[in-house]
């Protein structure tokens, strides 16, 4: 089933917003805290523990939406969390390891972290996965395989676009440029529902090419 941006931004939107804005509330006083004092270490460890939480949470609001697109008769977002949001964190630490030896040499662990970008969307979309008969390291792996350099300048293209609001958002403040903050909020937002579908057809273009290879 081919899913159009538009339908599925319009969705999802609604579900990402609320779920985001506590946490860039929070951010934007974390920065604001750690920007008026010398002491910036605690406040950026609680910033990246804010972010992490953030990303599981919202990868699996996101991993729904897609599923209740081409099944409306899927379980509810609090069974699904249920569901993956475990299998998600305990897969995305096993890369994390990984990723961390690797920069040891630099090179594996750039690869790695090109390698294992794939893991939520099988955590929450291969059957293979979910019945335990493949490890979401290696498969990610696999279905990238002599696909990196490409896969590698798209993400790295989405990545430049996203850091580059994310840092023309920090001039703005709630507080005294509210507008400005909300339109940069939404933005950021709105560019990481389309992100995620787009990397979704990615997954399950490369999926069906490995099945039809079998």
């Known amino acids: 089933m ?3 941006y538009l339908t599925y931004l319009k969705s999802v939107l609604f ?5 985001t804005l506590p946490f860039a509330l929070m951010e934007q006083f974390i920065f604001q805290e750690a920007s008026s004092t010398e002491d910036k270490i605690i406040f950026g460890c609680v910033g990246i523990i804010l972010g992490l939480i953030e990303t599981f949470l919202l990868l699996i609001i996101l991993g729904h939406g897609i599923k209740k697109y081409s099944d409306p008769n899927t379980i509810n977002l ?3 969390y249920k569901k993956h949001l475990r299998d998600l964190i305990i897969e995305t630490f096993r890369g994390m390891g990984r990723i961390a030896v690797g920069f040891l040499l630099i090179w594996p662990g750039i690869k790695r972290c090109i390698q294992y970008y794939l893991i939520p969307y099988i955590v929450q979309f291969d059957s293979d996965y979910q019945e335990g008969k493949v490890d979401v390291l290696e498969e990610s792996a696999l279905l990238l395989e002599g696909r990196l ?3 590698a300048a798209i993400l790295c293209l989405t ?3 996203m850091l580059g609001i ?3 958002s920090v001039n703005f403040n709630l507080f005294t440029t509210p507008v400005a903050w909300i339109l940069f909020y939404i933005l950021e937002v709105t560019l990481q529902v389309c992100v995620f579908l787009m990397f979704y057809k990615y997954y399950l273009a490369l999926s069906n090419a490995r099945c039809g290879e079998h």
């Open 166 to 168: 994310q840092i023309a």
């Open 159 to 161: 990545q430049m676009v």
């Open 149 to 151: 350099s490409r896969f």
């Open 2 to 4: 081919q899913i159009k």
């Open 78 to 80: 609090g069974k699904y």
């Open 15 to 19: 579900s990402v917003l609320f779920l």
